[in-house]
């Protein structure tokens, strides 16, 4: 008897199982096409733009006058800037994520592979307004993916009191005689942090070392490292100098590093440091008389090379209103809304005509930036990067307390990078 | 025929086989409980199978992680769902026995008294356990599952589609050279890691146990205190301060300690064997107050006799901790300083706050000093790797399970229980 209702359940089982595989794809497909025909399920507003934090005054009325002209209702969130394709990730399918968003280049390349952000078709005539480099971070494999917000790069914050304008070293070579001069284990010159890649990328790549290797298609080349080559090491031997001569104060090496130069310059003891915009607020506040400008240069004429952070405006793949979207992006991207939004935010726009308008060139921090953008390259956005990081940090590291010579470190920090790319990335693709 | 078949037969429609047996209310019950299954679950069950068969077949309609998941759901209820179908036809069947040995059945009321008083605990913990499969047990499914898919970043939606791989990603581990020589370099030094920083911490315990319980000691109380200090700092505060200690190049140890003796600086943070030790040393600090205190306590218990019993028959000092106090520490303490062991297996913090699992190594995918849980965190978050990162869970898991078993099963204190 029990076998008999052991058999029945065992067949009831199947039968069950046939009903429901039987009915899964195609209804299902004829469901979700429905679906998306709908158009905007949100009936509070038809886009949804993140932007970044403390940021979004800067759009205000932009975003209001694009909602008259075309009669629209948009909806501004802030979100950190850093972190939005993170969450695009698990709001996007839920429903509840952005149609324009802003993130930083160097997530770009992962964002195309992973699908989350859409192409755009935006004619020659509006990419052309854009600083080459900055155009350059938004394309992936030829397609255009973004379009400018506002571009930042590392400058020279140099303290009035310490060196004057007119004195004010050009090269590298004569802040290393100055730092000599000025060094006395209390105070100290030029300040940097030539422990990470970020940083000491504008030394190697000055003298022709380089992350990446670009192939003909102007598409970077992970397989081509430069980051041990002849110039990579002069650079990198040029770097250790400061280090073994002890014009860096032995705490700014490592990951602390960067709390100990932005006090010793805001405490009046450095003459000049490496840092970026993020500083001027807080350097203005320690009440320190310090002026801004491009980097120096190196001594075989080229000038420090820095690396560009583009912020941009991308339109998120699953948006239900691509089109109006992508119109959004272009108008906040246009000259004019660049320009209302530096005037806001202090954020220097990527836009080529804006470097020459007096609002930038009267502001010495963004005057600097412009002009050292000239000079900056983007940092490469393609995953692989990921891999790049850790291992160059820890080589920089090694050559700033004198542990191993250049080459050793370059090659090493070269060949672990190699392998992790190869590892993560290696048969995938 | 029999009643029992006839209401077995009947319950194939969940309920009839109870309306057979004129149990009206439970029959309803049933099927209501039946019908209600496919009325709320068909969706789910529908998109769940399909996808977790297929991963999906189409993008961007497609989210092969969502329809992964919504399968493992899909699963879970289904579970569920056969378990009220098997009671159905137990309680169709039970009845029918009854009726055929003409039996009175219960009558509604008694059939509520049972279910209050026998089943009471089912009741009761009814809907945690619900609770506990979808907060617990699903997560696990979950990740077991992606081991067994190509989830990375190329693979990722909504681009690409997910697809199932069997045991290739495991195959990669032990095939692709830079994954094996990086998963044994990683899985020995886990297990060093293990072993002499866990053995340290509680060496370092009860020692300072046994010490500062010698009879002849003054000022237990102060004693006892600081050394139970380090414990009361939340470990996180510990870690960060030990690796400014601990800098290269600004550190007290470095700058102080040993330049104090004309010693060199030793790089803690850049060099792996350092960093091994550095790293030992803290646990060693961060993990002896509790086996202190948890031996402290056993020491007070040993009762006086056995020691005056071994000082009239000659016993020195070590013969009297050989054979009185470690057998009673340990008898007492074994199954937690199992604990300690696969706590310091898996201890995360330590490492990632230290240094990040460094310095980088070439030739491997993970720093010099990561164990196989901050490896695995970093596969996931920093290289989206992430049905290798599941598959080596599952080792790891595997292999946590597999010691903590054999050690709880060797241990004396769970023999006597």
């Known amino acids: 008897m029990k076998v008999y209702i052991k058999q029945l359940g065992i067949y009831s089982i199947i039968a069950l199982f046939f009903v429901l595989a039987a009915c899964g794809p195609q209804e299902d497909s004829g469901e979700k096409a429905g679906g998306e025909q709908e158009g905007s399920k949100n009936s509070e507003y038809d886009l949804l733009v993140w932007e970044d934090v403390e940021k979004s005054e800067g759009i205000e009325d932009a975003i209001q006058k694009f909602e008259e002209e075309n009669d629209v209702t948009i909806k501004v969130v802030e979100e950190t800037y850093a972190q939005q394709i993170e969450k695009l990730r698990l709001d996007g399918p839920a429903g509840t994520g952005p149609d324009v968003l802003t993130m930083p280049n160097d997530q770009i390349g992962t964002a195309v592979i992973e699908g989350l952000i859409e192409e755009l078709n935006v004619e020659e005539d509006i990419t052309s307004i854009y600083t080459d480099v900055a155009m350059d971070s938004q394309i992936v494999e030829g397609k255009i993916y973004g379009l400018p917000k506002s571009v930042e790069t590392t400058v020279l914050f140099y303290n009035k009191d310490i060196v004057s304008e007119d004195e004010l070293p050009e090269t590298l070579d004569d802040w290393y005689d100055l730092s000599k001069e000025l060094t006395d284990g209390e105070n100290f010159g030029l300040l940097a942090l030539f422990d990470q890649i970020y940083y000491a990328n504008s030394v190697l790549s000055g003298y022709g070392g380089y992350i990446f290797g670009e192939d003909e298609n102007g598409d970077y080349d992970p397989s081509d490292i430069g980051l041990n080559n002849t110039g990579a090491i002069e650079g990198a031997e040029l770097m250790q100098e400061f280090y073994t001569e002890k014009l860096f104060p032995s705490g700014i090496i490592g990951e602390q590093g960067i709390q100990v130069l932005d006090s010793l310059f805001s405490e009046g003891k450095a003459a000049a440091v490496i840092s970026g915009p993020w500083n001027v607020e807080p350097f203005s506040d320690a009440g320190i008389n310090y002026g801004v400008t491009k980097l120096p240069e190196l001594s075989n004429g080229e000038n420090m090379s820095s690396f560009n952070n583009v912020k941009s405006y991308n339109v998120s793949s699953y948006s239900e209103n691509k089109e109006l979207a992508e119109r959004l992006v272009e108008f906040l991207a246009n000259e004019e809304n660049s320009k209302v939004r530096y005037e806001k935010t202090k954020e220097v726009p990527a836009v080529a005509s804006l470097a020459d308008d007096p609002a930038i060139t009267e502001n010495e921090a963004a005057e600097a930036v412009a002009e050292q953008s000239m000079y900056s390259e983007i940092m490469p956005g393609i995953p692989e990067m990921n891999s790049v990081w850790d291992p160059a940090d820890a080589a920089l590291e090694t050559l700033a307390t004198g542990k191993s010579s250049p080459e050793e470190a370059l090659e090493q920090a070269v060949e672990t990078i190699k392998g992790q790319i190869e590892a993560n990335h290696g048969n995938d693709k | ?417």
């Open chain 2, 1 to 417: 025929m029999q009643h029992r078949t006839i209401a077995s037969v009947l319950s194939i429609i969940p309920g009839l086989g109870q309306f057979y047996n004129r149990q009206w209310a439970k029959g309803l019950v049933f099927l209501g409980f039946g019908l209600s299954f496919f009325v709320v679950f068909y969706d789910l069950l529908n998109m769940g199978f399909w996808g977790i068969f297929t991963l999906g077949t189409e993008v961007p309609r497609d989210n092969s992680v969502f329809l992964l998941a919504q399968g493992i759901i899909a699963i879970l209820v289904t579970c569920l769902g056969l378990f009220v179908y098997f009671l159905n036809f137990r309680d169709a069947y039970r009845n029918g026995v009854l009726r055929d040995r003409k039996m009175n059945l219960s009558s509604l009321k008694e059939q509520y008294r049972n279910l209050v008083e026998q089943g009471y605990p089912y009741v009761v913990s009814g809907p945690s356990l619900i609770i506990l499969v979808f907060a617990v047990i699903f997560p696990i499914l979950f990740s077991v599952a992606l081991a067994f898919t190509n989830y990375d970043l190329y693979h990722s939606p909504p681009a690409n589609l997910v697809d199932w791989v069997g045991f290739d990603t495991f195959a990669k581990i032990f095939t692709v050279d830079i994954w094996r020589s990086t998963f044994f370099d990683v899985l020995g030094w886990t297990v060093v890691w293990t072993l002499v920083a866990t053995t340290l911490q509680v060496g370092i315990g009860i020692l300072m146990a046994v010490i500062v319980n010698q009879p002849r000691l003054r000022f237990k109380k102060f004693f006892r205190t600081i050394l139970v200090l380090p414990w009361a700092v939340p470990g996180f505060v510990t870690i960060l301060i030990f690796a400014g200690l601990f800098n290269d190049s600004f550190g007290a140890i470095n700058n102080d300690i040993l330049a104090f003796f004309g010693l060199d600086p030793i790089p803690w943070m850049t060099n792996e064997a350092w960093s091994k030790i550095a790293l030992i040393l803290m646990q060693g600090w961060l993990g002896f107050p509790y086996i202190f205190l948890v031996t402290t306590g056993v020491l007070q218990s040993i009762p006086d006799d056995l020691y005056e019993a071994a000082t009239i028959d000659g016993a020195s000092i070590f013969a009297k901790f050989k054979h009185i106090t470690m057998p009673m520490i340990l008898l007492a303490i074994a199954p937690i300083i199992i604990t300690q062991y696969t706590f310091n297996f898996n201890n995360f913090n330590i490492i990632y706050l230290f240094n990040g699992g460094g310095p980088s190594v070439p030739g491997s995918t993970a720093g010099g000093t990561d164990i196989l849980v901050s490896w695995i965190y970093k596969l996931t978050l920093e290289e989206s790797q992430y049905s290798l990162a599941a598959a080596l869970t599952i080792l790891l898991s595997v292999f946590v399970i597999a010691i903590a078993l054999w050690q709880f099963r060797r241990t004396n204190s769970f023999k006597e229980e």
